[in-house]
């Protein structure tokens, strides 16, 4: 199974970036495919584009969206992911986050969204997600 988890990162603090890394890989040793973005460095603004939406969200199995911050790409990933590619996504966001009514109010029978408290509830709402994935790809 692959899994694109994606998230702000433009104006997204040091400690958020090292827990989206550490939650990557967490799936890592689990046996699961992640997806990873090319970031802020590496790459131009098209190659950004280009890779994270037609070989990340354009291959992912399923999309974990960490909604904790404000993030136009992660906004623009998520529409590819549930209208144009019609995959899974699960959005989660820490207890207490401010996550845009927008999100909050996607009605899309693939989408579900979840908040959490520590980094062990993170993982345990993604291993849940990826399970029930697994249970409906083996179904059908």
């Given at each position: 199974?692959?899994?694109?988890?994606?998230?702000?990162?433009?104006?997204?603090?040091?400690?958020?970036?090292?827990?989206?890394?550490?939650?990557?890989?967490?799936?890592?040793?689990?046996?699961?495919?992640?997806?990873?973005?090319?970031?802020?460095?590496?790459?131009?603004?098209?190659d950004?584009?280009?890779?994270?939406?037609?070989?990340?969200?354009?291959?992912?199995?399923?999309?974990?969206?960490?909604?904790?911050?404000?993030?136009?790409?992660?906004?623009?990933?998520?529409?590819?992911?549930?209208?144009?590619?019609?995959?899974?996504?699960?959005?989660?966001?820490?207890?207490?986050?401010?996550?845009?009514?927008?999100?909050?109010?996607?009605?899309?029978?693939?989408?579900s969204?979840?908040?959490?408290?520590?980094?062990?509830d993170?993982?345990?709402?993604?291993?849940?997600?990826?399970?029930?994935?697994?249970?409906?790809?083996?179904?059908?």
């Amino acid at each position: 199974m692959k899994i694109y988890v994606g998230c702000a990162l433009t104006e997204a603090s040091e400690d958020f970036k090292k827990m989206v890394a550490e939650f990557k890989l967490r799936l890592k040793t689990e046996s699961l495919e992640v997806l990873e973005f090319i970031g802020l460095v590496d790459g131009t603004p098209t190659d950004v584009y280009r890779h994270d939406i037609f070989d990340c969200v354009g291959n992912a199995d399923l999309m974990i969206a960490i909604c904790d911050q404000p993030s136009t790409g992660l906004g623009y990933e998520l529409c590819e992911a549930l209208r144009v590619r019609n995959i899974p996504v699960l959005g989660v966001a820490k207890e207490g986050a401010r996550v845009t009514r927008l999100v909050l109010g996607i009605d899309h029978p693939k989408f579900s969204f979840e908040r959490y408290v520590s980094d062990d509830d993170l993982l345990r709402l993604a291993r849940t997600k990826i399970a029930a994935c697994q249970l409906q790809a083996h179904a059908a």
